[in-house]
């Protein structure tokens, strides 16, 4: 069973083990047959099939008793507005089930009548419409129910490495089932060859060397043994499965490692849930408990049903008794009615008939108690004894009390009833009194009854779902809207109001981040080291702090809230902090921990106070959240998915809501919980006042992303508060803490690597304290502190450290990583943290600091080396590289120069050598088997080592004598050491502890700390380092002209000299000071993911690594002779890098798409590189640096697998080996090919006979003639050939070699590689005679290499481009000019010139998917160049949730956007053809296909979406093309609407229509009018219904995507189902149609002959494509793009030329809107309709002509000419606008013409009146200013000055501030030649001088600003803004 096929089912789990455990506790309480006893007490009900459940579970929608008999005789139940009734039952379930695919009534007929589901692009509809991953089509599972996902044609399924496949029913199950007993295949194949016996099983905590092998013997090891570089196995076993970059598991010992590598508590192993991704946690678990059991959740035992919540511990764990269930039954306290008994356990009420009637209802026997003989009527005297009320029974008599109250213990008097210390009947303020209870409210909130409604509105919920953080209305909307989309991963967040910030922790970059809480701005990382899960955060929005936990590091910590002074605030005894949450009014924070012994913890705000407040029946307190108000926490367990409350104190705890799914994280606001439910997968709201009895409420489902953090915002929920830490930071130098218990309610703090002084104020860095690494992190433990507590250094990236070192003088830590390969550094407070040296190929295992000469050692023990580094000059050298294996610990004495190392080899041994690497001598080499770290006691010159074979710490002098073992007991595995004043420090990786003990002794031994895994390294940091008199380096260097290094004095008297050394490679001269300046002659070779070179200076050649990052994986490498700049393919890039030799970050070249470059050639004189691509088959050339990029050769000049290529400057010419077939066959061979360097003259000059197999090719420049050289591997006879340029004169230089790659030649020496032995040798080039070998490597990988001599006159060559004046490329020939110019692939060339503004694309958007692996890859969008292969693909964007329809605009010339439509993410983007700027451009809409109108500006897009609410989303929609104005064009008689396309210039959209049947292609004016059916496509409707499987249809029809071609008038569509192309022209005639193998087609894109469209069709069953069709009958298909993972969606070529914008292309809304306020839609040419977006109620729209000219406000529009000026006023929102001397037939109208003649009169009396009134108008003002003399030299200019200006969305009344303020709703202008202010509604503009500046504009709502800058989020307050006139319009300068 799937994923997605559990959320419903496990519904039934809970329920199901609640049934089950009440059935059990009835039979112990009552020892009656089923429920009799307890249902009598109401709070049970039996069910038909025997089993109890609580009485509260009748009748509520949900099969609780598993047959349905809970949900029976309901009668006729009144459903609630959101339920849905059954119509068998009629039971009421939640209406979001409704056609959800699930039968949740028992009849099925909540999914009766239900509209056939759109299934998402990824998804697999079933034939009984349920939606499913497409993977799940042909997995062996039928997830569908009705098989339909598994039909007859599927493939067979194919199994997985650790899977086992049935025959018989052709299925997968796990390799762990097999031979287990049990039959999991139907035939019991599964069984067979079993020897009928079971494998006897390690226990589930360890690891089974022998898994799977019957006949071997039981070896066991630990989990956390696997894995770590160590055979523990004696087959190996446990490292056999780990690959060369495979993590040692980090889980720790107790703990269940999930193989996503995940970590659980050991004791969630087999106990019922799925806890693992995979559920390997609950594999190979024993059979479940009996029916009559009970199943202890932490020690999976199982104990009998009947001692069930019967008061005793039976199960180990307790859990018997701690099920809420038991408080349910035996704990509740129950308010009885005044006539009632109740029990004395408080537990149920009697009748007054049941007491002392001789039979015991109550659990505790109470009711027969003390029963005297029946003689009177004992109330009628002194009323019984009782206080309140008294019963007369036929036996006794009993005492009750009224409500309010209840009975003591004496049975006689009564106590009030505390209905607020229970659970609170009140959303707010409870206050108790004698018998009773009432609610009452906070300011701001007025009462409901019990609740409280906010007089500022209500909250909205902040939520995370892992792509985006989103708002969620919690009114009845429920409007759903992203706030931050460019989040990466959020899980849970917090915010602050005051300020208006929103912070959460993002898991992928394990950050924290900083956002606006609008949305706008940018986002600020606060918080970027040092974090692993960070897994709760909360905000102190008093004191204006950040708390966070991270339940991996096992830490809370608190810093400022830009990040700053952050601190450790607890880390003791922590397993799995992750709920955290703030009370600043009391100064508490309270946290969850996920640990064995889970518990929800408390502390004062600055750590102190410290209480477990609940440590029981807790296992996954998952959520927290606290009711300031009513001073409650309130937390949810997603184990025992309960949601519970209590006091903030710990008291009165109760359950809330039960027969949860998985609550991740919860929030509180009025009577509401609002939490994220995993399983259900969205946010569901609980009624907390309710308790038990509370119904939920599914406000938004997402089945695809998981719900993560959730928040409701309010600014009740984050009052004001007094903060002692306000007025001087407290007097605190760092931070200032709120504390519940220190005096003045405040604490001082120092940040982390720093103590507080004598007068707890002031910070001063730490003296003495100790360093020690784990594998992931490095810890620090500070001496002055009690206890010996760790902190964790905020350091990045550890993946696997093991030494450290220190340096006092700088305050720098340096640390080893052996999985990165790099020793890093940052400051001992963990900031600047960079990486020192990086080599992927080594493994720096130790580093030892001299402190003196400022130099750095290290072991490394993959390379078997010794190095040194200059941490100032940062120099290196070698100075050990012989004689090592595996070299370990490492330590140095300056004052003596001497270095000591352990080497854990095959002949382990410890070494000493001088600190230059010279005077190496072996001082102990007896009697070791794995010497670990080293440390030096400089005072008595002894050497202490551990050995972690021999479980021994020792000692010895520095020649190896006076060997002592220091402590040899309890010893297990010790790893590092270290040592400091009279004490030894080390750590053991098997007892998992740090310890210390007497140097001397050995005893007094300390364990300081313990339970940590994965101990390494450790050292002391502190002042008293001893140094020396004089530093013979300190003075110049020594004298050394590159490294100055110390060593012992030859005059033998304790002193020091100088030694200089040089780089590896470069010799030191005869002077013994001097370096030489450069090496002459290097080799360069590559292996895999490093450059390596060695000296061919030197005699002793050592390989070192080149100091360039970004290596994967180095196919070909080829150097520039002249700046000694390195080139290289990488084939797992995909790209061509080029780097400084002398280190740095590579460049990627071409910068213009990717490319599988196989061979490379440089020529430097032109500065260009010449490549093959061997998957497309071709040549092709580029600059240095990307810019200008163009194929020379493709398939189409008889190209087949080009690899290995070289040039010849002199003789201008291009040499490449062409392998047949591609080279795919491993038995095929090659020919070599030779063309001119410009692509020329291509002809073959060495056949396939001669050439063989050539792997790489090198031209000899050297004499008068040149050679062309090649290595051939072909098996028969690997050799090294050569020929003249001709390809005559060919000689076999040598044969009989291994495997020859790599080929270089160097003055008159030939070097080659070899695969098969990884050696590098060379010989005599002529001869092939005095073979030398050069390096023997000792690792596989090795590649290319490229031999480099320094030659000053390398540059002699003639190339003619030097003096040529191309624009872009100059490619050599042979021709008289000698080169040829040439452009990149797009552009057009002239007079060697190439045209930038000729570049074209296709673009198409990729959706998402998941890979072999699992790994998710977000949607993207990508571009190709018009002409190119796919090699030149460029992704634009990446990290898209599902990018559907793509379409273009362009801004200018070179530049545009690109849109997209998103759907899943509910949103319209774009991007600039760059991909730079992307952003949203419409948002809250599942926008399918888009189109855009480039002469109108507008965006079109069609929708079609199933709402939660059921309803369906169908339209056809527009707005402008920033997203401003949306509107729903057409809603009415549509299918589901697909693509669509728009005709700007003639005022036409048309759009697709999926209907099976209906299918049809409509078309109407732009602004919605005019619709009609272009075409039907189907002609036999009736017949195309009477199908109903979509696989035998043939009738049906799916139109997606289409596109118009402008030139000649006609729409083309591809069609899904008819796999074809079609076409027809606009007016509905000449339909075409090409049923030419469009298998799939979705995408459609047109060039001026070309078809690109996209097809779901996999190729080779793995990969989809994008395709390309020449427009014609004999063309063929051709794929462009062939290794597409997600779904390929929309394609769209990009070009200036296509589209018409010529200067008579336009419509009527092309100039200035149309005149139009809001949106201007084209009717046609000439006429347009000023339309309002859906957003406003009151506005006005109009048909007709725009105006000549006119100037547009909201108010006042004003067409003008030159001859006469006409002014209209128009009151309304809108703009109606009738040019001058329009007539009413110049105005379309669909309505039709009235024949009224004397309508038409009146409208002309109307209309000339009103113009007379206009004029009257406009002459009263004119004499008015000229009157007040304004400066205005005529009446036209005077009256042509109105200026328009904008404001935002102005927010109602008592509205929170949380608008987008780019969202332009509202226009209002003023004429600015009234010297009298003029008012419009909130604007207010005056005249300032003859400039006519306004000086200010008061508004109630913010500004019009740029989104980047963002406002300061507050209520609404008055603005002001500096504004200028410009072109007649006002223009913000700036907010005031």
Same mark, same amino acid.
């Given at each position: ?10 519904? *039934? ?86 056609? =959800?695919?699930?039968? +949740? ?53 194919? $199994? ?18 097999? $031979? ?70 980090? $889980? ?18 087999? =106990? ?64 009885? &009615? ?53 019963? #007369? ?315 993560? /953090? ?92 093991? /030494? ?98 352990? +080497? ?11 600190? @230059? ?212 393919? #990488? ?149 090294? *050939? ?6 005559? =004169? ?45 390096? &023997? ?76 692996? @699992? ?31 793509? &379409? ?6 070179? @530049? ?73 064009? *057409? ?24 209907? #099976? ?9 732009? +602004? ?227 024949? @009224? ?140």
């Amino acid at each position: 069973m799937h994923r997605h096929q559990l959320i419903r089912s496990s519904l *039934i789990v809970p329920a199901f083990l609640l049934a089950t455990v009440l059935s059990l506790c009835c039979s112990a309480v009552a020892q009656e047959s089923g429920c009799a006893a307890i249902q009598e007490l109401g709070t049970l009900h039996r069910c038909a099939n025997g089993r109890c459940i609580n009485a509260s579970r009748l009748c509520d929608g949900v099969n609780d008793c598993l047959d349905w008999s809970d949900e029976t005789s309901c009668g006729n139940q009144t459903c609630q507005d959101h339920q849905f009734q059954c119509r068998e039952h009629r039971n009421c379930i939640n209406g979001v089930w409704r056609c =959800d695919g699930d039968r +949740d009534c028992s009849d099925g007929s909540d999914e009766d009548d239900c509209p056939l589901r759109s299934c998402g692009a990824d998804q697999f509809q079933c034939n009984n419409g349920r939606c499913l991953p497409v993977e799940y089509r042909c997995d062996g599972d039928n997830d569908c129910g009705d098989k339909s996902d598994e039909p007859d044609d599927c493939p067979p399924v194919t $199994c997985r490495e650790y899977q086992f496949k049935c025959q018989s029913e052709d299925k997968c199950i796990s390799s762990n089932w097999v $031979c287990d007993g049990e039959d999991d295949c139907t035939d019991g194949l599964d069984e067979s060859n079993c020897n009928n016996t079971i494998h006897e099983e390690c226990p589930i905590e360890m690891f089974d060397c022998h898994a799977g092998n019957s006949s071997s013997e039981l070896e066991c090891i630990k989990f956390s043994w696997v894995c770590d570089n160590e055979s523990d196995c004696d087959n190996n076993a446990d490292e056999e499965m780990c690959g060369p970059n495979t993590t040692p598991s980090l $889980c720790h010992t107790g703990q269940f490692a999930c193989s996503s590598g995940e970590c659980l508590p050991g004791s969630w192993r087999c =106990d019922g849930d799925e806890d693992c991704v995979h559920a390997d946690d609950e594999a190979n678990c024993e059979a479940t408990c009996g029916p009559h059991q009970f199943h202890c959740v932490l020690s999976a035992e199982c104990v009998d049903g009947s001692v069930v919540c019967n008061g005793v511990n039976n199960c180990v764990d307790g859990s018997d008794e701690e099920l809420f269930s038991c408080a349910d039954i035996i704990q509740s306290v129950v308010s009885c &009615d005044p006539h009632q008994f109740q029990c004395s356990d408080f537990s149920r009420c009697l009748s007054g008939e049941q007491f002392c009637d001789n039979r015991s209802q109550c659990a505790d026997g109470s009711d027969e108690q003390d029963c005297p003989h029946k003689l009177v009527d004992e109330c009628q005297y002194e009323n019984g004894g009782c206080v309140q009320l008294c019963h #007369d029974t036929p036996t006794s008599h009993f005492c009750s009390c009224r409500h309010g109250y209840k009975i003591n213990e004496d049975r006689r008097t009564c106590d009030d009833i505390d209905e607020c210390s229970l659970l609170t009947p009140c959303s707010q303020l409870c206050h108790n009194y004698d018998g009773g209870y009432n609610c009452s409210c906070i300011y701001g909130f007025v009462a409901d009854g019990p609740h409280c409604v906010s007089s500022d509105g209500n909250a909205w919920l902040l939520f995370s779902n892992r792509v985006s953080l989103r708002n969620l209305s919690t009114d009845d909307e429920h409007t759903n809207e992203a706030l931050i989309p460019s989040a990466m991963y959020p899980v849970v967040m917090d915010y602050h109001y005051r300020l208006g910030y929103v912070f959460w922790t993002d898991f992928s970059q394990k950050t924290i981040e900083r956002a606006y809480l609008n949305g706008s701005g940018p986002t600020t990382t606060i918080v970027d080291r040092g974090l692993v899960q960070p897994t709760g955060i909360a905000v102190d929005w008093v004191n204006d702090k950040v708390y966070w936990t991270d339940s991996s590091t096992r830490l809370i910590e608190v810093s400022n809230l830009d990040g700053t002074n952050r601190l450790v605030l607890v880390w003791s005894n922590m397993e799995f902090p992750r709920p955290i949450v703030l009370d600043p009014f009391n100064r508490y924070v309270y946290w969850g921990d996920w640990g064995t012994n889970a518990r929800i913890e408390r502390a004062s705000m600055d750590g102190t106070d410290r209480a477990v407040l609940h440590g029981t029946r807790l296992i996954w307190p998952n959520a927290l959240s606290i009711d300031l108000i009513g001073q409650r926490l309130y937390w949810a367990d997603a184990k025992l998915h309960v949601i519970e409350v209590s006091h903030l104190d710990g008291t009165h705890r109760q359950v809330i809501a039960e027969q949860l799914e998985h609550p991740f994280a919860m929030t509180l606001f009025g009577q509401y919980i609002y939490y994220t439910d995993w399983q259900v997968g969205g946010v569901i709201q609980v009624n907390r006042l309710t308790g038990h009895n509370s119904s939920s409420e599914v406000l938004l489902k997402t089945s695809t992303i998981t719900s993560m /953090g959730i928040k409701a915002v309010h600014p009740s929920l984050q009052q004001p508060a007094d903060n002692p830490c306000h007025v001087d930071n407290g007097g605190c130098s760092d931070l200032c803490l709120l504390s519940s218990t220190s005096l003045g309610h405040l604490s001082c703090a120092c940040p982390t690597g720093h103590r507080l002084d004598s007068h707890r104020k002031r910070c001063l860095p730490l003296d003495e304290y100790l360093l020690f690494s784990r594998s992931t992190d490095i810890r620090r433990i500070s001496f002055d502190t009690p206890s010996y507590v760790d902190t964790t250094l905020p350091l990045d990236g550890l993946e696997y450290t093991i /030494g450290i070192d220190w340096d006092g003088t700088r305050q720098m830590l340096y640390w080893t990583d052996i999985l990165t390969g790099s020793i890093n550094m940052a400051t001992l407070e963990g900031d600047n943290q960079k990486v020192l040296i990086h080599n992927n190929e080594s493994q720096p295992v130790d580093v030892a600091m001299d402190w003196v000469n400022d130099k750095l050692y290290w072991t490394d023990s993959k390379l078997d080396r010794i190095e040194v580094i200059d941490i100032v000059t940062n120099h290196r050298s070698v100075l050990a590289s012989t004689g090592l294996d595996q070299p370990r610990g490492i330590a140095v004495y300056p004052m003596k120069g001497l270095l000591f190392w352990t +080497d854990w080899g095959s002949a382990p041994k410890i070494e000493r050598a001088n600190m @230059d690497g010279s005077g190496r001598v072996v001082i102990v080499n007896s009697n070791l088997a794995w010497p670990n770290g080293i440390t030096i006691d400089y005072e008595r010159d002894l050497i202490y080592w551990v050995d972690g074979g021999n479980r021994t710490i020792e000692y010895c002098d520095f020649h190896g004598n006076g060997r002592t073992v220091l402590i040899s007991e309890m010893i297990l595995h010790p790893f590092g050491i270290t040592l400091y004043k009279g004490h030894i420090y080390w750590t053991d990786w098997e007892s998992r502890k740090l310890e210390r003990a007497d140097k001397l002794t050995g005893g007094n031994r300390v364990v300081l700390q313990a339970n940590l895994d994965r101990l390494m390294e450790v050292s002391v940091v502190h002042s008293s380092r001893p140094t020396v008199s004089t530093n013979p380096c300190g003075v110049s260097n020594g004298g050394c002209s590159y490294m100055c290094l110390l060593r012992p004095a030859a005059t033998d008297d304790g002193g020091l000299e100088s030694s200089c050394a040089c780089p590896t490679g470069i010799s030191l001269l005869s002077d013994n000071k001097t370096c030489a300046p450069r090496v002459q002659s290097y080799v360069l070779f590559s292996v895999y993911k490093e450059l390596r070179q060695f000296s061919l200076d030197t005699t002793n050649p050592v390989d070192v690594q080149l100091n360039v990052s970004g290596v994967a994986n180095a196919v070909s490498i080829s150097v520039d002779p002249v700046t000694e700049d390195i080139f290289w393919t #990488d084939t797992l890039q995909l790209k061509i890098l080029r780097a400084s030799r002398s280190g740095g970050e590579p460049i990627a070249i071409p910068q213009m798409g990717n490319t599988v470059a196989k061979g490379l050639a440089v020529d430097w004189m032109g500065r260009q590189i010449y490549w093959t691509d061997q998957d497309s088959r071709s040549v092709e050339v580029s600059d240095y640096n990307g810019e200008a990029r163009m194929l020379l050769l493709t398939s189409d000049d008889g190209l087949s697998g080009p690899r290995a290529i070289a040039v010849d400057i002199r003789n201008r010419y291009l040499f490449f080996a062409d392998w047949e077939g591609g080279g795919t066959n491993g038995d095929s061979t090659a020919v070599i090919k030779r063309a001119e360097m410009d692509g020329s003259n291509l002809k073959i000059i060495v056949n396939s006979v001669h050439a063989g197999r050539p792997n790489d090719l090198a031209v000899d420049y050297q004499g008068d003639t040149t050679r062309l050289y090649w290595t051939n591997s072909q098996s028969e006879n690997p050799s090294i *050939i050569s020929c003249n340029v001709d390809g005559n =004169d060919r000689r076999v230089l040598l044969d009989g070699l291994e495997r020859p790659f790599g080929l270089s030649i160097a003055s008159d020496r030939l070097f080659w590689s070899d695969w098969s032995t990884m050696m590098i040798k060379s010989v005599d080039k002529t001869t092939g005679m005095n073979m030398r070998l050069e390096l &023997d490597f000792p690792r596989r990988g090795m590649g290319d290499i490229h031999v480099f001599t320094f030659n000053a006159s390398i540059n002699s060559i003639d190339h003619p481009c030097r003096q040529a004046s191309c624009s872009h490329l100059c490619l050599l020939n042979r021709g008289s000019r000698g080169y040829r110019c040439a452009c990149s692939i797009g552009q057009s060339i002239k007079e060697d010139t190439c045209d930038k503004g000729s570049y074209s694309f296709i673009v198409y958007a990729e959706s998402p998917a998941y890979l072999d692996d @699992d790994t998710y890859v977000h949607g993207s969008l990508h571009s190709i160049p018009i002409g190119a292969s796919s090699a030149y693909k460029t992704t634009l964007l990446s990290g898209l949730s599902n990018p559907v329809g793509v &379409d273009y605009y362009f801004i200018n010339q070179f @530049d545009g956007y690109i849109y997209w439509s998103d759907p899943t993410g509910g949103y319209i983007g774009r991007v600039k053809f760059d991909g730079s700027g992307s952003m949203t451009v419409v948002d809250g809409v599942i926008a399918d296909s888009l189109a855009v109108d480039w002469i109108s500006g507008n965006l079109y897009w069609t929708e079609y979406a199933s709402g939660m609410d059921g309803n369906v989303i169908r339209s056809v929609s527009v707005s402008r093309l920033d997203g401003r104005y949306p509107k729903k064009l *057409i809603t009415e008689d549509l299918s589901r609407p697909r693509g669509i396309a728009v005709l700007p210039k003639q005022g036409k959209v048309y759009w697709t229509d999926w209907g #099976d049947c209906e299918s049809r292609i409509e078309a109407a004016n732009m +602004d919605g009018s005019g619709r009609h059916v272009l075409v039907q496509l189907i002609d036999n409707i009736t017949e195309c219904k009477a199908c109903q499987d979509p696989e035998n249809c043939p009738l049906w029809s799916w139109p997606n995507q289409m596109e118009l071609n402008y030139s000649s008038n006609e729409l083309y569509w591809v069609d899904g189902k008819q796999d074809s192309l079609n076409s027809v022209n606009i007016d509905g005639t000449n339909y075409r149609h090409w049923p030419r193998n469009f298998y799939y087609c979705f995408g459609l894109g047109l060039d001026t002959n070309d078809v690109y469209y996209t097809s779901w069709q996999r190729i080779d069953n793995q990969y989809y494509s994008l395709w390309k069709w020449h427009d014609s009958e004999s063309s063929m298909n051709m794929s462009l793009q062939r290794d597409i993972v997600g779904l390929p969606m929309d394609v769209a070529v990009v070009r200036r030329d296509i589209r018409p914008t010529g200067i008579d292309d336009v419509n009527a809304c092309a100039v200035d809107n149309g005149g139009c306020p809001y949106l201007c839609l084209p009717v046609n040419q000439t006429h347009r309709r000023c339309a309002c977006p859906d957003e406003l109620s009151s506005c006005t729209e109009h048909v007709g002509l725009p105006p000549t000219s006119y100037i547009t406000t909201s108010s006042v529009t004003m067409p003008t000419s030159s001859s006469s000026v006409v002014r209209e006023t128009v009151t309304s929102d809108d703009i109606i606008i009738t040019p001058t001397g329009a007539t009413p037939s110049d105005i379309p109208s669909s309505q039709p013409a009235s024949d @009224d003649v004397s309508g038409l009169i009146a409208a002309y009396v109307l209309l000339a009146t009103m113009l007379l009134v206009l004029v009257v108008a406009v002459t009263l003002v004119i004499l008015c200013l000229i009157k007040r003399g304004l400066p205005y030299r005529n009446t036209s200019s005077m009256l042509s000055e109105f200026v328009r200006f904008r404001f935002g969305k102005l927010p109602e009344a008592n509205n929170s501030w949380n608008e987008k303020p780019n969202n332009l709703t509202k226009q209002f202008s003023c004429p600015m030649e009234a010297s009298v202010p003029c008012s419009v509604n909130k604007c207010v503009i005056t005249k300032d001088s003859d400039t006519f500046y306004p000086k200010t504009i008061n508004v109630k709502a913010p500004l019009n600003v740029d989104p980047s800058t963002p406002p300061t989020p507050q209520s609404p307050i008055d603005k002001q803004a500096l504004v200028r006139i410009e072109q007649n319009k006002v223009v913000f300068e700036s907010n005031v």
